[in-house]
């Protein structure tokens, strides 16, 4: 089961986040994508983790630390999203300083602080430009080409140039018109960009399409896979997705891939439901080549992140590793990979339902004022009684999440 069946005050059923399940997929076998901030992010992945990373998906994206920890290079040369009026937008092919972007890896790689480059030559790199893109400029690809070039053969690597697309994620038949800016930043361009991304990545030789998504699209918790145990404090939603194909789930001797694939700004589950994390189209691809896809989420910061995007500028002027193996979403990404990397859960295992009283008396959880928390993680779970229960998920040792097991 995906989760507790809640009602809503709505009367609609709905599912409440469970634990991140162990699927054991092919740590050889990961790739990553995405549109807009989370192709900026997809770069930033495989370059910081190259000898993890198989290949990589890049719509409407540039170079890794292209804005260098600034966001008006970010809004004036990575894109032209700046605020009208104040930022003029100066992006031109070169205007992100390419030569200077590929010193700052290899000095970030002499320092261990992103994999060796060497990783890099080895990867397979898929990439999209719309012609009509006003966000993220074709010119801004164009540097992207020459950054990859520098580190990846020519002939890994696949740029495709539409020129009726607008900035947006192409499919063959969900969304908006090609040409047209705007949520839910899916275009129907005639293009299955999940798809072609997917099969150049893997080689070429995967499997038709399903019809119709037959496995599961579990809702789990992210909060868990910082280091504070708070989403929100690195611009992460509470809730992630990931959809595992019926081979991939709870099979065994099963051996799946694993992709990572991340919305764009203003495309997280909160601005558009569930449009991208169901019909983008990596679903389909999914169930008939046995690959889990997690599609991590972001959430919106008034003053600093107001779009929800990924932080390929360090949007909160806090983490000024952002960029490498140290960063903040950097990290949570990766454990997330490395739970579905990780042994098999069993369905139940590891859970245990109990008065909030018993969990306090078996360790599981802690009092304060009459209420009580969850070990590990702090989660409140009510009142420190014999009537109020509660379901605890073990994580790691003393580390417990309320919640439901998968």
């Known amino acids: 089961m995906t989760g507790v069946l809640l009602w809503s005050a709505s009367g609609a059923v709905i599912a409440a986040p469970v634990v991140l399940p162990g699927l054991g997929v092919d740590n050889d076998e990961t790739s990553v994508s995405g549109l807009s901030s989370g192709a900026f992010m997809a770069v930033q992945f495989s370059v910081a983790y190259s000898a993890d990373i198989k290949g990589a998906g890049v719509i409407a994206g540039g170079p890794y630390y292209c804005a260098q920890g600034h966001v008006d290079i970010a809004t004036s040369r990575c894109s032209c999203t700046g605020i009208p009026f104040f930022s003029a937008c100066e992006v031109a092919r070169g205007a992100t300083d390419v030569p200077r972007l590929a010193g700052i890896t290899d000095r970030l790689a002499a320092e261990g602080k992103v994999d060796p480059v060497s990783g890099l030559s080895a990867q397979r790199i898929w990439m999209f430009t719309g012609g009509r893109d006003s966000e993220v400029p074709s010119a801004v690809m164009e540097d992207l080409n020459d950054y990859y070039r520098r580190y990846v053969p020519a002939a890994q690597i696949h740029f495709v140039k539409d020129p009726r697309a607008e900035h947006t994620f192409p499919t063959e038949n969900f969304g908006n018109d090609c040409g047209q800016l705007g949520s839910p930043y899916l275009g129907k361009c005639g293009i299955d960009a999940a798809g072609e991304l997917l099969n150049w990545i893997y080689g070429g030789n995967l499997n038709p399409r399903s019809d119709r998504q037959s496995g599961r699209l579990i809702k ?142 078996a360790g599981r959880a802690y009092d304060r004022f009459f209420f009580a928390f969850a070990a590990g993680s702090g989660k409140l779970l009510g009142f420190d009684n014999d009537f109020t229960f509660t379901t605890l998920k073990q994580t790691a040792p003393q580390f417990y999440l309320p919640g439901n097991c998968p």
């Open 220 to 361: 789990f918790d992210q909060n868990e896979f910082t280091e504070s145990g708070n989403a929100a404090a690195v611009g992460l939603g509470d809730t992630g997705y990931v959809y595992v194909p019926a081979a991939c789930d709870h099979q065994p001797g099963a051996r799946c891939r694993l992709h990572v694939a991340f919305h764009g700004c203003r495309q997280n589950v909160t601005a558009v439901d569930e449009d991208f994390v169901r019909h983008a189209g990596y679903n389909l691809w999914a169930d008939t080549n046995g690959i889990v896809v997690l599609y991590p989420q972001t959430r919106a910061r008034f003053a600093t992140n107001p779009n929800a995007c990924w932080d390929w500028f360090d949007f909160s002027r806090s983490d000024p590793d952002y960029a490498n193996k140290d960063g903040r979403q950097m990290g949570a990404i990766k454990a997330m990979m490395s739970r579905l990397a990780g042994q098999r859960t069993p369905s139940g295992q590891g859970c245990f339902t109990a008065s909030n009283t018993d969990h306090v008396r």
